[in-house]
């Protein structure tokens, strides 16, 4: 059983801060790049960051670029996503993915990710 559980979305004002954890069971992360995504209502999904199965490459979207932050801690078998300086554009449910491979997240956010997460709803507003 491969599964992925996201917590610590919630309801933050702007300018807020939260931070995001997924951790996986039935695998260890260690071995797989991990990606957090991102879909608002009527929009399409959005990859937001990523780090690659060795930690040694992250990669963010421009529009969380100095705001957001990915890391992991495969001890826990879990990764994070901190997120600061909140918007309200930045308001969606949020997934974190797994997939398998040394080279995924090397090269920006556009790999195929085969395991999913339920999704955390972050919703930014006074």
């Known amino acids: 059983q491969l599964q992925l559980v996201e917590s610590g979305g919630g309801l933050v004002q702007p300018g807020g801060s939260l931070r995001l954890s997924c951790t996986a069971s039935?695998?260890?992360?260690?071995?797989?790049?991990i990606g957090w995504f991102r879909q608002a209502p009527g929009k399409e999904r959005e990859g937001v960051s990523c780090?690659?199965?060795?930690?040694?490459?992250?990669n963010y979207a421009d529009s969380v670029k100095g705001r957001f932050t990915i890391s992991r801690d495969n001890a826990k078998n879990t990764v994070y996503l901190q997120t600061n300086s909140l918007k309200p554009e930045d308001s969606a449910v949020y997934y974190c993915?797994?997939?398998?491979?040394?080279?995924?997240?090397?090269?920006?956010?556009?790999?195929?990710?085969?395991?999913w997460g339920q999704g955390t709803q972050v919703t930014v507003s006074s």
């Open positions: 993915a797994a997939t398998p491979g040394a080279r995924a997240c090397r090269d920006g956010l556009n790999d195929v990710y085969v395991y």
């Open positions: 039935g695998f260890t992360l260690d071995d797989y790049a």
């Open positions: 780090v690659s199965s060795s930690g040694g490459s992250r």
